[in-house]
């Protein structure tokens, strides 16, 4: 590994923008960010000062133009994405992308050449694969501790939607939310989806059906391998952030069960009661966020293959064009149909 | 309530009869069983013997012509359901029958018929609304505890297959075993079913793929209400009998576990571990069976209408059908297709 | 085995008398019972009438002098219980005797005495060691499974503490509540206790404490084999009946953890619950009842040691006795002080 | 609040030294540490590259000395803590000290006699307090959540016993490792403590106990407000890291469960399994290291007392001497025949 620290910009200073400046800053030493970009300049600056980043700007060409800076963190807005990556393989910076690349299947083929012709190292910011829960899953596969894999259910819930406005931009439940879960489910099998079934609809919030969208889903894939999965997905869980994924296999199961902010069971002389699970995915994924961009320095420090590939990137939006189109038109769709 | 014994007469000794035989001479002192048929006298004699049955018979016919029994329980194979339910309802006895009725809609449809126009009682042994953990979901329904349900999951797996030899003659996977967890899945959210889409495959033994029927099953339900449903079928789960549901609604979910032989919990130095679950019905559900018969027999002496009527091992074959038909036809198939 | 019916005789028609009168009646077909006794001869008839009991007297003379019967159970009052054994050995019965056997260890004595020179069995009833969760802790001791014990830890709390008015004769709550306890301890260790220390006090009601007793108690034990145990005990816990114990052994440790009237999790906006456990003996135990008075059968018929002896029933005293000294005089208390 | 940084020297770069000097630099913005002093000075000058610390010294004089230096915190071994808070209050530092204060009372009462004249703010390090299982546990004691507590047990094993050269010199179990179980249990009920009573032996390894010292210990605490209380502790669990707690109170029972790597069940042919617990105090208490270094800090720049003062250290030791002497003398010992 080189002993030299490794430079870094980052580009966006919202809220994953924030998490992912504070790890480098105070838990990744062998990492200096020299740079940060934000089109909200006061943004930057106070994460700036938190985090001793010598350099806010507000475009981020001028993180590209910066020859000392090897490496940039996309943090902006979905529909930057595409762009930025471009941009950032054409000046020969490494990239960490947040999810979804895009929501159009041309601009992340674009994207991606642009990181293939460069040469330059690419990681989509699936973070869950990181999270001890699913790690550990993955783990019983790999090992063979359940067997070959033969049903998979992922339930995948948020504690509330997020405002309309956002939805009517989000691309939908399946790039925004479910994207995260179809990256999941292939990754937990290690194979890769044929044919997806989606049954939905609109019970929480008819606001979000009138902007185009579903706030509930159920979606069925199914797997080269023939593994069936499932995906559960809710906008709105009233008792907070449920995420949890089971693997029957030959030999066994695994399941996981939610994270809670403490083990304690009060007992009283109505019920036997816990609090409720860490309510979202700030604080149930904390670590993973951590983990995900230790990853990519490692990664890139080491010259190796980052652990979520550009192919991944495109594949999870893939599946959420095919789940949306199956929706649609109320029948099994295969994903060579999308694509 | 009536004061005096209800007569009953018992068809089958085998399994089951044994057990509902047994309920009724150990638990409720309110009955006596007059008669047991079986053409395996051995079996019925044996039987006899240990519950305290007077008459033991070859025939059914002859507890049919037993003006003192007023009610059956007909155990026997279920190819002979649907005739012994005219014949008994044409007798005047009420009758407990378990399930299915019959393989076949028109046989169902005749059944009822005579059991309508004798105006005798008609319960099916769908045993599982009577488990405790069942009904408790339900009640959470109900009383609206966790508000409109949205989704719900149904887990239903055997420990292993049965002989191929009986696969060949149950009438397939979704009439055999998802029948059950058809019945389950309208119990719990009081609303018919309007569509169902089935993904499945043969992944447990190949045997059972060349008998023409499947052992893994993923079944999505769609109710009239809105409601979405999976059902999660496995001839085989290495861990023993899996028997869970879990509904999400819009003020909260309620999820049960499996139940175990004991609540001890085991550390070592390796792994903290528990005893395996309960293993197959005849521990899982033994309370329900006796549960069941108790309201049969309460419905016949307080004249009350059955907990499981007759329309009910309707339906549920007719889902089971149409399950099948969206296997065979890869798309998803409304009720109304099959009847 | 005998294959001829075992003959018995109940003495008490009480609470317990009443679940044995059952167990008896349906659910052990080598037993019939033959005749049951009680001062209240109304109790004993309506028992009489569900169970099938042929004979129902006011005096238990007439049961030990009817030759047909060959054992006894004494579920009356434990008053009672020494002077009834000596006239059960003195008859010839085999005997099954509720806890505790007396108050006083001259008592005590001279029933074992009776028993021993009479030749006949003695069991007495400490049902709590053929629970299920009992049970498998004793075999994870016995099997080695958590290597040498060194640690143990009971917890046994009521519902809710009886009327004063049973207190005052109750013989306190060592020899009342504790009882089952000590035994416990005894059972799951195999070992003797050598010494106990007693700290306690009147938390729950102040009658209670008028009345002479305590209500809350928290004894140490020592064992022979340098053991350290401890026990809990409280006259309330609002959630209802708490009965747990854990061990920690050389290779790992094994704890149970009380059982519920069903599996069933309820997530909603403020909190995760379940319903409070199974709230009192006759629910919890309901099995253990009916296996102690099996296991009582089975050794009669077999001519086999009883499971739990006479000398069980006069260490447990001794411990009480014990334990309440150390609580007088605020010290260690050695049982050999005592006795 | 003081918006300046606040200047923190370090004494003792060792495992726990280490921990606090990370929380300083990659945690708290707020706080600059100017100095790391130990004798090591490869260990020293090694944490100082990784924190960011700009000077490196061998002695703790040099950090007294300097006037910019506004607090200290002492991570050095036990046998200095008492000298080296003299030194820090007479240099007007606030000071934070590991536990214990010393093994000595006339130390202790040096020690805080000086922090009392020189008006500086102690806390010591029972970081357990900040743990969020424990605080829950508090938090349901202060809030009346489980009404007002009767029985308390905390659970307190380690994975496996220090070298027995550590043991020599640790001051006894008592002193090095009930130590943080007796402030768990003052912090818990928020009374004192008032007579102990030790019962203990040498399970694990022989040569402890001839070091003069136990392995296995079960002590008994009578609070003055009534409340009995018991601390389990083991030098030794197969499984790991046992620490747990549990309170009775009038309205119902509050119990915390260890913490595992992950959430995941494996269910196999042969049992139903987890991982093992967190296996030692530094992956288990991580976040209450932090948290105490964080309320110290707070506690400092905001001129507030600090959450775990000296006399919280002082009484720790003298339950834990009085625990010894219980052990010695085989009887219950009060608090003040030892102090």
New interface residues.
Partial sequence: MSTKQLNVGIIGAGRIGKVHAETL???L?EVRTLAIADVNREAAQALAA?CGIPTVTESSAAIFANPQIEAVLICSSTNTHADLIVQAAQAGKHIFCEKPIAHDLGQIDRALAAVEQAGVKLQIGFNRRFD??F???RQ?VVSG????P??M?IVS?DPAPPPVSYIRVSGGIFLDMTIHDFDMARFLIGDEVEEV?T???V??DPEIGKAGDLD?A?I?L?FRN?V?G?I?N?R????GY?QRVEI????????????Y?????????????????LNFFMDRYTESFASEVRAFVQAVREDQPTRVAGIDGLVAVVMGLAARKSYDE???VRLDEVR
Same sequence: chains 1, 2, 3, 4.
Avoid at 248 to 259: E, H, Q, Y
Avoid at 269 to 276: A, I, K, S, W
């Fill in positions: 800053a105070f838990r030493p938190r001890a829960n790690a550990r899953v019983a501790e359940i067997g070959t033969r049903l259910h819930r079934y049954s939905g609809g019970m929480v509930t159920l069925v199914r023939g069936i499932t559960d809710s709105q869980a009233a008792y449920d029957l296999g030959s030999l066994g199961s695994i399941a996981t069960a939610n994270c902010p403490n083990q304690a069971v009060v007992s009283t002389g109505t019920e036997v009661r816990q609090d409720l699970p109320h029948r099994p």
